[in-house]
Structures are given as C-alpha cells and as structure tokens.
C-alpha cells in the first residue's frame, strides 16, 4: 500500500502520513453521495446560505491554524495563507447572498401560455484540485456548487491531504449534511475510474494542461461535462507611456505571488524599448527586496516551491534559457539551503523558442521580452498556447480598455493592476488554459440542468 504523504518543502521531512481510501471506502462513500442528492436538492436556499455563513465564520476565526497548514504543507507564507482564508470565507459570503436571484427561473416570452428556463443541479460533482491554493481553488468550487443544489466528492492534490480533510472538517462542522462533501484520499490514478462511475455526473478541474487533456479524454468517453482551469504563461504588456514605477511595483507582486505557483501570476513581460532600461532596472531591485526564508515567519515573501522535483523543473527551464540566450540578471542558481527554495530570478533577451517564453514556469522567475512598439508587444503576448490572464499598463485608460477589451487573447484581462480572481467576476481561461468559468454568475450556472419549461 502508498501512503499519501504530506512533506514540509521548507524542511523535506515527512509530517503526516494517511492511509489511501480502499475500494470499499471509495464505494461506501460514492453511494453516501449519491443518497445525499435529492435531500440535498431539495434544501432551501436560505438553509444553504447559513451553512456557507457558518463555514466562512469558522475559515475566520481559525485562519492562523489553516495558513500554519499550508505553509508545511505546501509553503506557503503564512501572511498569504491568511489571506487565502479569508478570502475563501468572502466567496462562501457572496453566493450565499446571491445565488437564489443568478438561479430564479427566467421568463421567456413565446407562442406558448407560459414558457421559462429553470436552473436544475446535475447531482455528484468530482471536483480535482491542485496544491498551489489548497483552500481557495476547493472553495470556489464548492461554494456556487452547494448553493445550487449539488453535491461534491474532492479528489486533491496528493500533497495537501491536511487542507482537503480540514476543508471537510469545516463543511461539517458548519452543519452540512453528512455525505453533501466529502474527501477521497486517493492517488490521482484513481481519477480514471472515478470519472467513469454511475453516480459522477460532471467533472472539474483545476491543474496543468496536460492533466486537463487527460480528464477531458476520460470525461468525453462517458459524455460528462468538464471545466478545466489549466495553466498560463500570462503576458503583462508595458507601454511606452505607463507609470513605470507603480507597472514594476504591480509587476513583481503578481510574478511573486504564492512563490510564482500561481497559473494568473505574471509570467511574461514585455515591454516597449522606449522603457526597458528604466522598467527592467526598478524591477530588479524590488525583486532583489523580496525576502526568501521559513513560510512560517511572519517577514517571509518567498517560501520553498512546493516540491523539491519541481524546484528541479523550474531550474531546468532557467538554465535551458540561459543556454538558448536569454541572459540572467539576479538568481538563477539553486540555493545550498535545506528544502525546495529557489530564488527571485530575472531573465532577460528573453525570445520565442526559449521555455522562458512558451512554457509555464510555475515559481519566481521572470522572462523580461523587449518590444519594439506597442503593436509588436500585443504581439508577442499572444504568441503562447496560454490564454488565461494578461494586464496593459498605460496612462492612457481608453487604449487601456481598447487592448483589454478587444486585443489582448486571454480569459481574463486588466489594466493598470495584476490579474486576480474575485468571487463577482467569472474566471476562466482559452486555448491551452482550459475551458468553462468559475465564480460570478456564468460559474454557478457551469453545472446546473438549463431546462426549458414550455406550457401550451
């Protein structure tokens, strides 16, 4: 038997170990699902929203202990951990307020006496999610899900084993209804099967594009629905008339975020020549300010990348840059540290062909792309598989929201600001990151019954 292991990538040392679920387990819990559907569907909206009330009070009053988990679980600074608490008790708060009005049948006028759409839930959601924000990516999931009448099994990374048995801890203690949540603790080579059981009737995962591919293949088999939220190489275009301190300030904060292991963190920069001197100058240095260290104190900004294979690939990926040349301004070099730390890096004459620029590098590094005006920078920000974030950074607000709006290839895009989901706002991404959206209106309604209602 594999035991699913929690390992501290700030120290490599084993602090947890969990027996996997047996097939028995995983049978006696699918069916406990599968009973908890129609009781669960036909819950009031009212007694929804305070469950999720309750549980978003719970994630605030014990937000120390639950980012204390993630940082020895996946190293995450505390401070950020804190924050992704509160955030996921912000979401449980937003759809517990709006979610009966996004789901009240709609009037539709024809040649029938009455005809209307209804908004049904589908009944058992597998819900597969990834480590880099092991409550956030959870909750946005589960809350819009449980408000419209679905219930949810979470097959998570197998690296926050704590974070998915803590999430379900807080369900309950909530007062959800025994078997509305539950956690599987299994490899992701049960995926398969569990894709392919009777009672699963949609899919959604959160994760890289070549496990994207592989729940969409499994998934289209049996004709379930999916939404895939995979990975990005997000462009942040600066022109030649932006604020150049306040765009590199902005810059490093989103490259930084969660030790760069964030699919929207800024990844790519590309910048008018007109300011490359001035903006690749401030940006190093505040790169240089950020302090590496122990994700459980208090002035860390960089913890260890979640794995110590990882930190080899993203490592591998620099050093294949430098060697097709691209050239390195700070960092660069794997630390003689104990655990998966690797420094804030920048890159520079960073081109396409290099990894720097077409693939995903998920931690602190940054690919500086220098442009010649501002139509060959949309350019080269489009030149990517990718597509779930990108941000311009102008003075002029109107060119701004022009590129945004109509120019820029991704899911989500900002201007004057790093790209961030928020729980009113629908997230999602193109091409290679994926399909479908999460949050807002148009993630409540990903998986629900669009049914037609039509009287003569």
Not at 70 to 78: F, R, W
Not at 445 to 450: A, H, L, M, S, T
């Amino acid at each position: 038997m594999e035991w699913i292991t929690a390992i501290n990538p700030a120290t490599e040392e084993v602090t947890r170990k969990y027996r996997p679920d047996g097939t028995s387990t995983i049978q006696k819990k699918l069916k406990l699902a599968r009973e908890a559907v129609l009781s669960w569907k036909e819950t009031s909206f009212e007694t929804r929203a305070q469950i999720l009330c309750k549980a978003a009070e719970i994630l605030r009053n014990r937000k120390q202990e639950w980012a204390e988990l993630m940082a020895t679980e996946m190293g995450k600074p505390v401070a950020q951990g804190r924050s992704e608490a509160e955030k996921c008790a912000w979401v449980c708060e937003y759809y517990a307020q709006e979610a009966a009005g996004m789901l009240q049948p709609m009037e539709i006028p024809t040649d029938a006496s009455r005809s209307y759409v209804t908004f049904e839930p589908l009944g058992l959601i597998l819900a597969i999610m990834p480590w880099n924000f092991p409550f956030w990516q959870v909750f946005r999931f589960l809350a819009p899900n449980l408000m419209a009448g679905n219930v949810a099994v979470l097959k998570h990374a197998s690296n926050a084993p704590g974070c998915a048995l803590a999430i379900q801890e807080i369900m309950l203690q909530a007062g959800l209804p025994e078997g509305v949540f539950q956690t599987l603790m299994v490899s992701s080579a049960a995926v398969k099967d569990l894709i392919a059981h009777p009672f699963i009737q949609a899919v959604t995962l959160t994760g890289s594009t070549e496990a994207g591919k592989a729940v969409a293949r499994q998934a289209g088999a049996y004709l379930k629905k999916t939404v895939l939220e995979l990975g990005g190489s997000d462009p942040y275009v600066v022109l030649a008339d932006a604020d150049v301190e306040r765009a590199a300030e902005i810059c490093v904060s989103s490259r930084l975020i969660n030790s760069g292991q964030s699919c929207i963190a800024a990844k790519r920069f590309i910048v008018v020549k007109d300011i490359l001197n001035a903006f690749t100058e401030r940006f190093v240095a505040l790169m240089q300010e950020k302090n590496m260290g122990d994700p459980l104190q208090e002035n860390t900004d960089i913890g260890p990348l979640a794995r110590t294979d990882l930190r080899n690939q993203l490592h591998r990926q620099v050093q294949r840059s430098i060697q097709a040349g691209a050239k390195c301004l700070i960092g660069g070099k794997v630390p003689r540290l104990k655990g998966a730390f690797y420094p804030p890096t920048v890159l520079t004459q960073v081109k396409k062909g290099m990894p720097a620029f077409d693939e995903e590098l998920f931690g602190p590094v940054a690919a500086i792309i220098a442009a010649k005006d501002e139509q060959e920078a949309i350019q080269l920000a489009n030149q990517t598989s990718f597509g779930l974030g990108a941000a311009v950074f102008t003075r002029d607000l109107q060119k701004g929201e022009q590129i945004a709006a109509h120019q820029l290839q991704a899911g989500n895009c900002f201007v004057n600001a790093l790209v961030k989901s928020d729980p009113r706002l629908p997230f999602g991404g193109i091409k290679s990151s994926g399909y479908g959206r999460e949050l807002g209106l148009f993630g409540i309604r990903e998986f629900v019954n669009i049914k037609t209602v039509y009287i003569a």
